[in-house]
């Protein structure tokens, strides 16, 4: 029997607490301000180490977003290389879209969550005609 596995084992038995996931979701967004807060209160070699990784991190996002932007945009795709084989002329004109993939999905997903997260569902809302909104109601007060 594995021997790590006690955590794994006592949450599938018991669950876990009734307020995980509020908890949980409070903790992600608290976690920016305590980043801001390290970000300017630490000082000396380990202010440097901290500012060289967050510049980091903005810029691997900011190639993630290139390369998502890059993804949408259609070119021609290059010229299928046939045995030998040359294209006639009314296909040479001709260019063939195709459509880029990036790691555009990761970026798609993280949008719909917080998307999601504020998505609120609406009644429907029927018209109401003239007649129905104007109409005179009776009512008995006096039995």
Not at 33 to 54: E, F, N, P, S, V
């Amino acid at each position: 029997m594995p021997q790590n596995d006690y955590i794994e084992r006592h949450i599938k038995q018991h669950g876990r607490r009734l307020d995980y996931e509020e908890r949980k979701r409070k903790r992600e967004a608290r976690e920016g301000h305590k980043i801001a807060k390290d970000a300017q209160t630490l000082k000396g070699w380990r202010g440097k180490q901290y500012a060289k990784k967050r510049y980091a991190e903005k810029v691997a996002m900011k190639k993630k977003i290139k390369a998502h932007e890059e993804s949408k945009i259609k070119g021609p795709s290059k010229p299928k290389e046939d045995d030998g084989e040359a294209l006639p002329t009314y296909l040479l004109d001709r260019q063939q879209q195709n459509t880029a993939k990036a790691i555009s999905s990761s970026i798609k997903q993280k949008r719909m969550e917080k998307a999601d997260k504020f998505s609120v569902p609406l009644p429907k809302v029927r018209g109401i005609s003239e007649e129905e909104m104007f109409k005179v109601v009776k009512t008995d007060l006096l039995h």
